[in-house]
């Protein structure tokens, strides 16, 4: 079946310092969404790419979708204490609809202050 | 407000014992899910279910069961045949007008 694996599986980092995380998912994705969970909270859906070669920006964040639309990543400018927490990658199974999501294992980011 | 509750937060029960945790929404959306969450381990698929009193086994359905009699309502029963049920249980739900799946707070179950 799908899998979809992200790397690191945790990072950390002083404050200040950028962070990346990396995406890949074992077939071609009609989309690839982006959450985050805190520490104690729920995943909170954070943006959807869905373009061959997309680029997105939130602020300090930027989505990128690749261009075979296998992989995706997510970079956070000058980290700062409250982006820590889990980053997943999510893409729907076979049939495009985001019905059903296969979530990649996650990438914990702590920040040191 | 529109959104999904589960109940309770933290959930403590005897080895032995089937437990049902609580999932409910507003948002009367069509699709609702529960996953597991173990450290490390990311989102599994316990159960999901598209419509009213039709629901499917996802990756990890094992010693759980899930009825739907409700759109709102999508409880979910751990039984003692699941080996290792302390974890960490997230409900979500989805509807066709949007793009993401909504979570709930999520409930922290630990058997003792």
């Known amino acids: 079946g799908q899998q979809v694996m992200q790397i690191p599986q945790y990072q950390h980092v002083q404050e200040g310092e950028d962070f990346t995380t990396y995406c890949n998912s074992s077939t071609t994705l009609s989309n690839i969404q982006w959450y985050k969970q805190r520490p104690g909270g729920h995943p909170v859906f954070l943006i959807q790419?869905?373009?061959?070669?997309e680029v997105k920006k939130q602020k300090r964040l930027t989505f990128q979708f690749g261009e075979a639309k296998k992989n995706s990543s997510l970079h956070i400018t000058a980290t700062q204490t409250t982006d820590v927490g889990t980053y997943f990658c999510a893409g729907p199974n076979s049939g495009g609809s985001n019905y059903k999501l296969t979530f990649g294992k996650g990438t914990l980011l702590t920040v040191n202050p | 407000d529109g959104g999904i509750t589960q109940s309770p937060k933290y959930l403590f029960r005897k080895e032995g014992q089937n437990v049902t945790l609580s999932c409910e929404q507003n948002?009367?959306?069509?699709?609702m899910y529960w996953y597991r969450q173990d450290p490390g381990q990311g989102l599994r698929l316990i159960y999901y279910?598209?419509?009213?009193?039709?629901?499917q086994k996802g990756d990890i359905a094992e010693g759980y069961s899930v009825s739907r009699e409700k759109k709102e309502s999508f409880p979910l029963t751990v039984t003692s045949a699941q080996k290792n049920p302390t974890a960490f249980y997230l409900c979500a739900s989805w509807g066709s007008s949007y793009n993401e799946q909504f979570f709930g707070p999520g409930t922290r179950l630990t058997v003792l």
């Open positions: 279910s598209q419509i009213v009193n039709d629901f």
């Open positions: 790419l869905v373009k061959s070669g």
């Open positions: 948002l009367n959306h069509d699709a």
